[in-house]
């Protein structure tokens, strides 16, 4: 036995050190950390306190944050679902050749850095950007309006990441409904519309979900569209975590922000996973 | 009719989803090539001012150089790890295994930003420095979930028999590795390389936490060239990745097809 098992063991040593000790034990230390003080001279001392907790729910501005992160999340998820459900279903259908182009042009965006597809959005909705110059042109407008730095562009700019995910998501569960389900449905006497609602639609909602947690715990842990596209009002959990961490270097209260984010999205995971199974989002991955 | 119509709305709606997902991207290449002072509208002419004005920034070329180093050394260090691991969990039982193959791909799971934070913290309990090291490791963790699940996926469809033909014939394990299934797996360490490669090239989320002023890679660079504010250059600086990160997966694409036709 011994002896079968040493192959396995030394090929998978090298992967499960790095995890282990690159991701495992640092994220451990987030916690540890988030118990620490922070001493005036802003070095940190060991301890164990609530403090940094306490601090966070305090008054109403961190908690307001957090509950702005959740409400962003589910508007992007809500968003996802309106517009990419009948791409999704599109692809499922159409029996055109170019089908398979068409579903790599929805995985280019994957290929593209996520700053260059965030900035771009300020090309498109700024002052002298593509819509005010237009409008601008046209005459309907005599001074730009201001388009950027609110929170429906931060949703611009998070639902073009995210977009992707969740067709591929869908369609992955649709193509996996087996078709003779649908002329069952259809030689019984359903309409297109019926055979969609009550065959399609219900079997294709494992992928819905697991598109739905994806972009809810894609949303939440983001920082970068709220600090580009976004103003003040608009920060996000993470933005917090960023101006901590790197702005402010107190790096407790940043350790137990992270904390409550990682609490907050394991909820989330764990609930998902009690009600759909976890396997359909690495099922789609593939 | 009604069904006609249906099926074409369905096929607008499309289609106004992809301008939704391409305009902004198809906006940063028109508007690179705009000759005009500020990064906006409307175009002047076509120029390729902003494309010679980037070759002679220095700090971006150096940003450039970082980014290629640590992206082809994430690819390396990923991909072999990733093999190593694939192989044991394709090819061997053990107890544990389900337990392992998850952790092995919790990074997908876990926000950037905590990880980010994570490795630095760490990093500092340690009393290392940052460096570029550290940005190479982190990038490591980043990219081993996508290249474990690719050649996982790959080597589970090759047949056990070819190894098992080799071994009978008198090969050794390392030979039956090195002679049989490294070619097999060929293609799915390309993938792996040039996935791991872009995700390291592209990523922004964790790279802000660990970059320092010595080792700003492109992404570093656009962000921080964004607090003034957009600028051609930056349009022109975001077509090159662009083109860089589009146009090798293709260019790999059309290779590998052309030589599996020359086979």
Redesign the interface.
Known sequence: MRN??W???A??A???T??FF??????A??VV?SFWLRAPSGADIPAFQFGNYAKFFADFFYPSVLLRTIRVSFESVALCLV??Y??A??FY??TTKHKAILLL??M??F???????T??????L?D???IN?FLIQIGLLSTPIGMLYNEGAVLMGL??YL??FMILNIYVSLEGIDKSLLEAARSMGCT?WQAFKEVTLPLSLPGVSAGSLLVF??T?????PPM?LGGPGNDMI?NL??KR??GTLD?PF??AI?VV??TL?VLI?WTYNRYMGINQ??KS?? | MIKVSGWSLIRFYTILVYIFMFAPIAVVIVLSFNPQQFGCFPMEGFSLRWFFKLAHNEPILTAFKNSLILGSLTALFSTTIGILAAMAFVRYDFPGKNTLNTLLLTPIMIPEVILGVALLLFIRWLQQPKTFVLLVIGHVVLTLPYVLLIVQARLGGIKREYEEAAQSLGANSFQTFIEVTLPLLTPAILAGMLFSFTISFDDITATLFWATAQSQTVPVKIFGMLRNSISPEINALGTVMIILTIGTPLLAGYLSRKFSKGN
Do not use: C
Request: no cysteine; charged share 5%.
């Open positions: 079968k098992l192959k396995p063991a090929l998978l090298p992967a499960t790095a995890v690159l991701l495992v034990i640092p994220v230390f987030i950390y517009m990419g009948i791409p279903y599109f259908r159409s042009l929805i280019l965006p290929w593209i850095s996520f700053i260059i597809r900035m771009s959005w300020i090309n498109i700024g002298t950007g593509l110059h639902i073009q977009l992707p297109e715990v894609l939440a842990g983001t920082y970068l580009i993470a975590i960023f961490v790197i790096w940043g350790s992270s984010l990682l999205l995971v989002i690495f991955l593939q």
